[in-house]
């Protein structure tokens, strides 16, 4: 068992080694696109790469020693049907979420680490590694982002305050690159929108956070690993994720293989 109490103090001090950690396991998967890897299907037919599991073994090695005896609902561990305890507090991890993007060589993919307490996402660690971006959040204990040279670690001390802006007049929409569906569709055909940005990976919920665009649309399938740390850092940027009927996504949803429904995350309250 963890002895973690779950306040926002605490959670602020553990977003610092998780940041470092999510900034270790992005360079390894960006020093991986340098030198080679190797692509492989996965059951469901979507690519995996020896980077998605190495990146996933040092990030298990990493929560181990951080946050011993919580587990952790982890990408790669479950394709393989081995599935983390989620009835009480637990880790949620994409170790290279975007593989598709990683794979064709564009530079959104990101490395996703949430903490999921009393089934909501309480802490959120987004790298953004070929970009040098790096975002943290805990709801109710704010918003931050560090920039650094692709390749490099971030300063520790270079973390500034993020916050979602107030929505324009004609927002700016996100949506899958690769998932796209009918209702998301129908949905953007109903809003006024200035312009809409595809993009592979969780970084969607970073440029949210940040106000760089106002919403993301999501109707199609994702994982709970796909949303935990964004949702976290959206929520904590002064954002909000919800279904479209205005509910809060669950987590821990074992009885539903840890899909999430539709929703959209906006930088500020629906209009
Ligand atoms: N049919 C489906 N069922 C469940 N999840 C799906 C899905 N199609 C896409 N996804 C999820 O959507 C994610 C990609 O969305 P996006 O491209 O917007 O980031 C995928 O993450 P991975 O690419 O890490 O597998 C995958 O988890
Ligand atoms: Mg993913």
């Known amino acids: 068992m963890s002895s973690l109490s779950g306040g926002t103090k605490e959670l602020v001090s553990l977003a610092i080694p998780l940041t470092e950690l999510a900034a270790e396991a992005g360079r390894l998967i960006l020093s991986l696109s340098k030198t080679g890897f190797e692509v492989r299907s996965k059951a469901d037919a979507s690519p995996v790469t020896n980077a998605d599991v190495q990146a996933e073994e040092m990030l298990m090695r990493g929560l181990g020693l951080i946050l011993p005896g919580v587990p952790v609902l982890a990408e790669e561990s479950a394709s393989c049907g081995q599935y983390a305890e989620t009835s009480g507090t637990f880790l949620v991890i994409d170790p290279l979420d975007g593989t598709r993007e990683y794979v064709a060589g564009r530079p959104e993919y990101t490395v996703n680490i949430g903490l999921v307490i009393a089934g909501r996402p309480a802490l959120g660690i987004l790298a953004v590694p070929a970009l040098g971006r790096f975002y943290r959040g805990v709801p109710g204990g704010g918003a931050q982002r560090a920039l650094a040279e692709p390749g490099t670690l971030p300063d520790k001390h270079g973390f500034t305050p993020i916050a979602t802006r107030a929505q324009p007049a004609l927002p700016v929409a996100l949506t899958s690159r690769g998932y796209n569906d009918p209702m998301t569709e129908a949905f953007l055909d109903m ?51 919800l279904t479209p009927e205005g509910e809060l996504l669950g987590y821990g949803k074992v009885e539903q293989d840890f899909r999430n429904g539709p929703f959209v995350v906006w930088g500020q309250p629906p209009r």
């Not at 929108?193 to 999501?218: H, M, N, P, T, W």
């Open 191 to 241: 809003m006024a929108i200035e312009k809409r940005e595809r993009l592979g990976s969780a970084y969607k919920f970073g440029l949210v956070a940040e106000g760089s665009a106002d919403l993301y649309v999501r109707f199609g399938p994702t994982m709970e690993w796909d949303t935990a740390a964004g949702e976290a850092l959206v929520v904590a940027a002064g954002g909000s994720v």
